[in-house]
């Protein structure tokens, strides 16, 4: 059963709007959420993390939401650029565990 | 340098083989854990280990045993190869003085199974 799951396969934007990619969870423990980057032939890297105390986080061009009564987490990138083009993985925790589940990743492309 | 680092970075084998995949890190991180990547399934927890006496099972762990040898190095070993143990091997570490836990990945390892 999939704990995290990201519905959207593959996502276009055009160059200079926004990007939102989605993450939904079942585990109702988890309370710590990461967004990792992955380019091809190189380990994901950490982007953006969000801990169930907050229900927003900001780091330059990327914004992630938590909606802790839906379960679901969004990551915003505005403005789309073309090296944003990559697959991203949501990832949660549950306090604890210090081991995290994987959604099945999302791959950006953004369009010039 | 990487702070990551696995080896080989490519590699075909042969069903039956016993093949083993090394992770080295210089981050200093007490934490070490293996994934794998298959298509659609996204990244699946195969062993992770606390320090260097402390192993445990992930998700998914049949057919792989671990090996600590040191604070800074990871090994999974694949005993006997099946096909259905093709796919991408990731190796992270993180910090355990940390509250955050942010994994820090190795640039992974391609490995076919014939």
């Known amino acids: 059963d999939q704990q995290v799951k990201q519905n959207s396969p593959s996502l276009s934007v055009q160059e200079g709007r926004i990007s939102i990619l989605n993450c939904d969870y079942t585990n109702s423990m988890f309370d710590y959420f990461l967004w990792y980057k992955k380019y091809p032939a190189e380990g994901p890297t950490f982007l953006i993390s969000i801990s169930s105390i907050k229900d927003k986080n900001e780091d330059g061009r990327f914004t992630v939401f938590l909606n802790k009564s839906a379960k679901h987490l969004s990551l915003h990138i505005v403005p789309s650029q073309p090296g944003d083009s990559a697959v991203y993985f949501c990832a949660a925790s549950a306090s604890g565990t210090y081991k995290y589940i994987f959604g099945t990743g999302t791959r950006l492309k953004v369009l010039a | 340098d990487a702070d990551v680092t696995q080896t080989p970075r490519n590699r075909i084998t042969k069903t039956g083989k016993r093949i083993m995949l090394e992770c080295s890190q210089t981050?200093?991180?007490?934490?070490m854990y293996w994934y794998r990547q298959d298509p659609g399934l996204g990244l699946r927890l195969i062993y992770y280990s606390f320090d260097v006496k402390d192993i445990n099972k992930g998700e998914i762990s049949d057919g792989y045993s671990v090996s600590r040898q040191a604070q800074a190095k990871f090994s999974l070993s694949l005993e006997s190869a099946i096909p259905n143990q093709t796919a991408l091997y990731f190796c992270?570490?993180?910090?355990?003085?940390?509250?955050?836990?942010?994994?820090?990945f190795g640039p992974g390892t391609r490995l076919t199974v014939l």
């Open positions: 992270a570490t993180s910090d355990a003085g940390t509250i955050s836990d942010t994994q820090y």
């Open positions: 981050k200093g991180h007490d934490r």
